[in-house]
């Protein structure tokens, strides 16, 4: 890509760096190789991550925009970047969970796998210095991140991107365990879908073997990390014959 000025950065994340563009409201995102877990604690660097989590992200935010599911996503530009309109992050992050898994699992005592009656939303809060805890809503309207519409609008809509999303996986031979989502508000103060949704924030198991195919694999020292992206890759975007 041509670029005439050079383009400030904006945040560096621990997988995406945020660059500011000519447009102000346009900001451009660049996924990294890096990947941490445990809050930092663990970090390596895997070789082809960033345009695999840029690619997946990319095919997530289009099919949601055919569900009539807004997101930030503007257009891809190159293999690891993407343009996307400008909004202020609300520091939640809005976990929506179909099967027992991870920290579900060991707070609740229910064995990974289980499936849920239905699907729930959890919000945790995105502060680092405090390990991202779990927030009941009365946390959240004590730290005023939200408001009661707010609180709803997003439960609602962690809910609708999860119809679209196990539906779509089902069709790939793919479970979707839980994920995460985060939510921005635009200059109009409108709730848009924001960051990314890749296997760095999504659980995702092949129905068939129960293979784990997502950060998973690196968290759990499992091998095969980048691979199994791939694979994440391939599913979605191969033309079934
Ligand atoms: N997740 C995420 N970022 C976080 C925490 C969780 O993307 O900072 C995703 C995670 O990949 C999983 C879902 O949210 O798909 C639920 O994660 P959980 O609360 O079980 O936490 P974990 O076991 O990953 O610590």
Same mark, same amino acid.
């Given at each position: 890509?041509?670029?005439?000025?050079? =383009?400030?950065?904006?945040?560096?994340?621990?997988?995406?760096?945020?660059?500011?563009?000519?447009?102000? @409201?346009?900001?451009?995102?660049?996924? !990294?190789?890096?990947?941490?877990?445990?809050?930092?604690?663990?970090?390596?660097?895997? !070789?082809?991550?960033?345009? *695999?989590?840029?690619?997946?992200?990319?095919?997530?935010?289009?099919?949601?925009?055919?569900?009539?599911?807004?997101?930030?996503?503007?257009?891809?530009?190159?293999?690891?970047? @993407? *343009?996307?309109?400008?909004?202020?992050?609300?520091?939640?992050?809005?976990?929506?969970?179909?099967?027992?898994?991870?920290?579900?699992? !060991?707070?609740?005592?229910?064995?990974?796998? !289980? =499936?849920?009656?239905?699907?729930?939303? =959890?919000?945790?809060?995105?502060?680092?210095?405090?390990?991202?805890?779990?927030?009941?809503?009365?946390?959240?309207?004590?730290?005023? %991140?939200?408001? =009661?519409? @707010?609180?709803?609008?997003?439960?609602?809509?962690?809910?609708?991107?999860?119809?679209? %999303?196990?539906?779509?996986?089902?069709?790939?031979?793919?479970?979707?365990?839980?994920?995460?989502?985060?939510?921005? *508000? #635009? @200059?109009?103060?409108?709730?848009?879908?924001?960051?990314?949704?890749?296997?760095?924030?999504?659980?995702?198991?092949?129905?068939?073997?129960?293979?784990?195919? #997502?950060?998973?694999?690196?968290?759990?020292?499992?091998?095969?990390?980048?691979?199994?992206?791939?694979e994440i890759h391939q599913r979605l975007t191969e033309e079934i014959t």
């Open positions: 890509m041509e670029r005439d000025m050079p =383009e400030e950065l904006l945040y560096e994340g621990k997988a995406k760096k945020l660059f500011i563009t000519e447009d102000p @409201q346009i900001l451009r995102v660049e996924y !990294k190789d890096d990947a941490t877990a445990f809050n930092g604690q663990k970090f390596d660097r895997l !070789k082809d991550k960033g345009l *695999l989590n840029n690619a997946i992200t990319v095919f997530f935010f289009e099919h949601l925009e055919t569900k009539d599911i807004p997101s930030h996503f503007v257009r891809k530009i190159s293999e690891t970047e @993407q *343009l996307v309109r400008r909004v202020k992050i609300i520091p939640l992050e809005v976990v929506v969970r179909n099967v027992a898994a991870g920290s579900l699992s !060991k707070r609740i005592g229910w064995e990974e796998g !289980k =499936e849920l009656p239905h699907p729930i939303v =959890e919000f945790y809060y995105k502060d680092d210095d405090l390990g991202d805890p779990l927030l009941a809503e009365e946390h959240i309207r004590l730290l005023e %991140l939200a408001s =009661e519409a @707010q609180i709803e609008e997003l439960k609602k809509r962690g809910l609708a991107v999860n119809e679209a %999303l196990e539906s779509l996986m089902l069709s790939k031979e793919i479970r979707l365990i839980d994920f995460k989502l985060e939510f921005g *508000l #635009d @200059q109009k103060g409108e709730i848009l879908l924001a960051d990314e949704i890749s296997p760095d924030t999504c659980r995702f198991w092949d129905i068939e073997s129960g293979k784990i195919l #997502d950060k998973d694999r690196f968290r759990r020292d499992l091998g095969g990390v980048t691979e199994a992206y791939l």
